[in-house]
């Protein structure tokens, strides 16, 4: 098994099998900000039936208005995040070309500029870790790690990530894949 970095910025994390009954089970989180005063991260996989214009009252664009809100964590339910892209960001904050924001002003400055390679989700909550919680999670295997990418971020479809990137991970992963939602049915 590869060493994990000591910090997990950059990293997407997955519910490796032992989080049944919590708010993480099966879920796939980008690790924002990670260091010795604790992590940041939100949920890729869990869409709201909400859209974003139901719940900012913002001069936002129509576009921004009309897309899906996604529940980013458990952690204060009605804090505002955003994950944005584009060809080249040089202030590029989580990964190249990937930068986390939670300015109301910065997202309607996003919204006003005119991108055909922009690519932007917004969240309402967040995953968080005291200091030394998370690494203490990733000692009891509570969560897998992953190489985060923009694809993955953006382009995969929420509600099959977490299966697809168990698959990717080989046969042992594929088969906590492939169980059942309750293992009791099995």
Partial sequence: MPKLPKYLKGQLLLDGGKLCGS????????????????AFGLVLNRESDT????????????????MQLFV?????PAAMSFLHSDTYLPDANVLPNLSLGHSLDDLVEIGESFS??????????????????LEDEMRRQAWLSHPASLDLVFDADPSSLWRAILRQKGWQH?????????LSVN
């Fill in 23 to 38: 708010f993480f089970h099966r879920t796939v989180v980008l690790i924002c900000q990670h260091d010795a005063e604790g």
């Fill in 116 to 133: 055909a390679t922009r690519k932007l989700k917004l969240f309402a909550g967040y995953a968080g870790w005291s200091p030394g919680q």
């Fill in 51 to 66: 859209k974003v214009g139901d719940v900012l009252v913002a001069d936002l664009s129509d576009e921004i208005k009309g």
């Fill in 174 to 182: 594929r088969l906590l894949a492939d169980s059942p939602e309750d």
């Fill in 72 to 76: 980013g964590g458990p952690v204060q």
